[in-house]
Structure formats: C-alpha cells, structure tokens
C-alpha cells in the first residue's frame, strides 16, 4: 500500500502562484511515476503533468510553459509549482502515483483561482 499526503492549494487571483506537495509513504518503488491530475466541477479528472523516476515529464497543453513538476527522490515527494494561474485552472487537484502496475491517488487539494 501507498499513502499520499497532500498540500499547498488554496485561493489565489489570476496571475498568481502556488506549490502543491505530495509525499509519499509506504511501500515504495524505486521506479515509479508520480504527478498530478484535477478535476473540475462538471468535468473529468484530466491529466496536468507527471513524471518518471528519471525526470523524464510530460504536460498537459493548457499548463506547459507555466506550471513545473518536479521530485525529491529520496523524499518520495513531488511538486507541482503553478506560475500564471487562469481562473479556469481551478479544480481540485489529485497526486498519482504508479508503480509495478498498481495506481493511487490521494485525497484531493482543492485550487481555486479567482479573476
């Protein structure tokens, strides 16, 4: 079992930034992928950015340029700092993590962007 612990949403108004944690714990693999995905109301739980053991990462269109992922390997921790935020990036955003075949998620942070 993986746990993932949350942290870092909150309210902010457009053009500004936040940092979501996620820490990891429990039985953990070394190649692993970690990273983010979020949902709006109404809408599907849509993939923001991942990335792999090794720092290889991918992005969804609407955030490239402007939101950066990145890992503590030997924290087990990964980060998402969302630079530049649009009121349509709210969304309650979920850390993933998956390995050996098996998916987990975390409990959700909620972002909220106001104009």
């Known amino acids: 079992q993986v746990q993932l612990v949350e942290s870092g949403g909150g309210l902010v108004q457009a053009g500004g930034s936040l940092r979501l944690s996620c820490a990891a714990s429990?039985?953990?693999?070394?190649?692993?992928?970690m990273g983010w995905y979020r949902q709006a109301p109404g809408k599907q739980r849509e993939l923001v950015a991942i990335?792999?053991?090794?720092?290889?990462?991918n992005y969804a269109d609407s955030v490239k340029g402007r939101f950066t992922i990145s890992r503590d390997n030997a924290r087990n921790t990964v980060y998402l700092q969302m630079n530049t935020l649009k009121p349509e990036d709210t969304a309650v955003y979920y850390c993933?993590?998956?390995?050996?075949?098996?998916?987990?998620w975390g409990q959700g942070t909620q972002v909220t962007v106001s104009s």
């Open positions: 993933y993590y998956r390995a050996v075949g098996l998916d987990y």
């Open positions: 429990g039985s953990i693999f070394r190649a692993n992928t």
């Open positions: 990335i792999i053991t090794g720092r290889i990462t």
